[in-house]
Each structure stands twice: as structure tokens, then as C-alpha cells.
């Protein structure tokens, strides 16, 4: 069992293509974003030398304000990160409720 799960994290590593900078996103919307909260690194991630993508899925109400978050792909160690950050994020108001959609980009350097 540990075999499969550090040859899976060897994998992990290794896919993940190193990105510039600590962290990023990329919003993929329509709506503007008004405040962002940057994603915490993860110490595991960090230690780990894991880096790679997470993306998520924000349900926006109308006043801007997110409702939920979805995970759609990534390490869940980041995707958790990204979760969490996005969550606390506030985009423009529109007069009704929109899913955005952001990826965040984490590197371990």
C-alpha cells in the first residue's frame, strides 16, 4: 500500500509541469473579480515538492457573493487550497447568480 501511494506521488510530481511564481490563477468567466484572496500553499504540498493545478468551480449569486465552490480537477491537496481561497473571493455584481470558473496554479519553488 505505501509503494502504490509514493509511486503515485512520484507521478504526480513528475507530471507536474513547474510553473513561474509561487502561486496564480486564471479566471475563466465573464464577471469580473473585485477581491481575491490568495490560495495558501500547503505545507504537505510544499514539503512534498508537489505543484501543479487545481481547478474549481464558484457558484456566484447575484450580489457577487460565492455560494459554493466544486472541485473539477487537480492534486487535492491544492484543490483544497483553491477551494478555500476561492470561496472568499467577491466578483462584480450582476443581477443574477453565474458558475465561474478558476484555475489556480501552484509551484513549489
Known sequence: MRQAILIALIFVV?????YVGFCQDEQVSSRKVVTKVPPQYPALARASHIGGMA?????????GKVESVEVLGGHPLLAQAAVTAVSQWRWEPSGQSTQETVVVKFSPE
Open 14 to 18: 513528475c507530471v507536474s509541469a513547474p
Open 55 to 63: 481547478k474549481v468551480k464558484a457558484h456566484v449569486n447575484g450580489d
